[in-house]
């Protein structure tokens, strides 16, 4: 198993820098009296392709050399990465094939097709979308892009919390969503370089817990079809995210739908930015758990702000 290092995050940060955007840092006194914590929002939603994913894919296209690159690239997702990988390969001009489930959001295959991505639609389940994807590759001789087992791809996520930490030094703890694992990967190989005393917590869905009773078992513990509106969370966790969470996540916390949903709202309305429900998994835990951080300094990672409003629970 190929583990990326910190200085593969570092040549990573270098590489992508032209493609994304140094995304803001954002703050609430609203949200840091209602917590009683001091909670800085990295903020993903603002950047490119609307998610912090646009990293971790530039990362992987912009590394692959020109013989690599020929057949162009595909992966299986179901929105954001997809989304990211047909931009990022759009900016170096070859091609993205991406495999998402027929029930992914409306709005990320419109993004999808707005990169130029070709789609290709399987049943959503984590067996369909690798067994398409394989095909793809075998018939395009495509670079496969995995959105999260992929050490390219972690050491890409992991300048959003290395960026976070230049701008904001002393956090007690992290907090970011885990789906695949992806981000909460390089957020671990960040902040366990540079801040080893700082917490690292991943938030979940209660519906989608798959890493929650991974994190418990010891072991990786595979769901499918698991439903959440938290879309973007509901893939499983692999060998290589499995090393990062077991050895650097201090604890999973989970929260339910309800609570998610709340916690959008209340960003939306409080902090004037939109997110996705992804996005509001770690406000959400934070707000159960005030107990947990209570007086700390807790940076979140806010992972995107792909929402199809019209669809939205209690939107209508």
Known sequence: MDIPTYEDVLQAHARIRPY????????????????????????????????????????????????????????????????????????????????????????????????????????PTQAAREAMLEQVIGETGADAVHPYDDPRVIAGQATCALELQQGIDHLDAVVAPVGGGGLISGTCLTMSTLSPQTRVYAAEPANADDAYRSFHAGEIVRQDAQQSVADGLK???????????????????????????????????????????????????????????????????ITGGNVDIKNCPGCK
Request: proline letters at 4%; a positive charge; glycine letters at 8%.
């Open 235 to 301: 893939t499983n966790l692999c060998p290589l995210s499995w090393h990062f969470v077991s050895s650097f996540v201090s604890d999973i916390l989970l929260a339910s739908e309800d609570e998610i949903l709340d916690a959008m709202y209340l960003t939306w309305q409080r902090m004037k930015i939109i997110i996705e429900p992804s996005s509001a998994v770690p406000l959400a835990i934070i707000l159960k758990n005030k107990d947990l951080f209570r007086g700390q300094r807790v940076g979140v990672i």
């Open 20 to 123: 994304i955007h140094r995304t803001p840092v954002l703050t609430s006194s609203y949200l840091n009296q209602l917590t009683g914590a001091e909670i800085f929002f990295k903020c993903e939603n603002l950047q490119k392709v609307g998610a912090f994913k646009a990293r971790g894919a530039s990362n992987a296209v912009f590394g692959l050399s020109d013989a690599d690159a020929v057949n162009g690239v595909a992966t299986h997702s179901s929105g954001n990465h997809a989304a990211a990988l047909s931009f990022a390969a759009g900016r170096r001009g070859i091609d993205a094939t991406v495999v998402m489930p027929h029930n992914a959001p409306a709005t990320k295959k419109a993004a999808v097709q707005s990169y130029g991505g070709r789609i290709l639609e399987c049943e």
